[in-house]
Nanobody, 126 residues
Framework: QVQLVESGGGSVQPGGSLRLSCAFS????????IGWFHQAPGNKREGVSC????????YYADSVKGRFTISRDNAKNMVYLQMNSLKAEDTGVYYC???????????????????WGQGTQVTVSS
């Protein structure tokens, strides 16, 4: 049974940092894609980063390149999203998501994923 649980959200001032964690079970990253999504208030979920290929390559949306870093700990079944230089527009709920397979391009659309965590709230405000 695939499960994903996010944690690490909170409130931070612009320019600050947060590290989100996603604990996953029921699969390994050898055979699954795992990604992070952002849902701003009133908007649809949008992909921000993923491990989408079997070689462990990372992908980032243009809006977060240079500020966010995705990483993983296979031994602990954890994926992280380090978020630096946070902006007000980064506010929203962050989800991790998974789908079986390996790809050669980023998966950043909600319908491409089968499994979702419950989300964690990030608020960037002065």
């Amino acid at each position: 049974q695939v499960q994903l649980v996010e944690s690490g959200g909170g409130s931070v001032q612009p320019g600050g940092s947060l590290r989100l964690s996603c604990a996953f079970s029921g699969f390994t990253l050898d055979y699954y894609v795992i990604g992070w999504f952002h849902q701003a208030p009133g908007n649809k979920r949008e992909g921000v980063s993923c491990f989408c290929s079997a070689d462990g390559r990372t992908y980032y949306a243009d809006s977060v390149k240079g500020r966010f870093t995705i990483s993983r700990d296979n031994a602990k079944n954890m994926v992280y999203l380090q978020m630096n230089s946070l902006k007000a527009e980064d506010t929203g709920v962050y989800y991790c998501a998974a789908v079986q397979g390996a790809y050669i391009s980023p998966l950043f659309r909600e319908h491409e994923y089968d499994y979702w965590g419950q989300g964690t709230q990030v608020t960037v405000s002065s």
